[in-house]
């Protein structure tokens, strides 16, 4: 008799975290057991999320990562502080000043690819470390960033 009505125990709490799981207020639960089922659901969706980025992270990563980035010369002072910096002097300044305002909006969004072209020995690469490590594409990233999780 007793197995039996722990049998029917758990099956009703199972119910009963399942109407809870899909949003049904379950009836024979307090309020305050809900809602401790509803943080517990939340924590574990978090847990794994965090979990499936840090393993497809991981997957990414490899030995010979940092070897290109190690391998490009560093730029002159001057040389692309006209992408970061509005108070730069270019000689071609709508075209500076165009790729300046298409960089930053692209970094404040969140989505689409930033595509840089040129010829071969143009200075992609090193735009692109210069880029990376330059503080103004630090700061415009965390306020997409803190924009990013504020959304609901």
Same mark, same amino acid.
């Given at each position: 008799m007793a197995r039996s009505n722990d049998d029917a125990l758990e099956q009703r709490l199972r119910t009963e975290v399942m109407l809870v799981h899909h949003g049904i207020p379950a009836v024979s639960?307090?309020?305050e057991a809900h809602d401790q089922i509803?943080?517990?659901?939340e924590l574990t969706r978090s847990a794994k999320e965090s979990l499936a980025t840090s393993c497809i992270l991981a997957g990414l990563i490899f030995d010979e990562m940092r070897t290109r980035? $190690? &391998?490009?010369?560093?730029?002159?002072?001057?040389?692309f502080r006209w992408i970061v910096d509005p108070n730069a002097?270019?000689?071609?300044?709508?075209?500076?000043s165009n790729a300046r305002e298409l960089y930053i909006s692209w970094l404040s969004r969140d989505c689409g690819i930033f595509h840089i072209a040129?010829?071969?020995g143009s200075g992609k690469s090193t735009l692109?470390?210069?880029?990376?490590?330059?503080? $103004? &594409?630090?700061?415009?990233?965390?306020?997409?960033?803190?924009?990013?999780?504020?959304k609901p």
């Open positions: 639960l307090s309020s509803k943080v517990l659901f980035a $190690e &391998t490009i010369e560093e730029e002159h002072c001057e040389t002097n270019v000689n071609y300044t709508t075209s500076a040129g010829k071969l692109m470390k210069f880029l990376f490590g330059h503080v $103004e &594409t630090r700061k415009q990233l965390s306020t997409w960033a803190g924009a990013l999780s504020s």
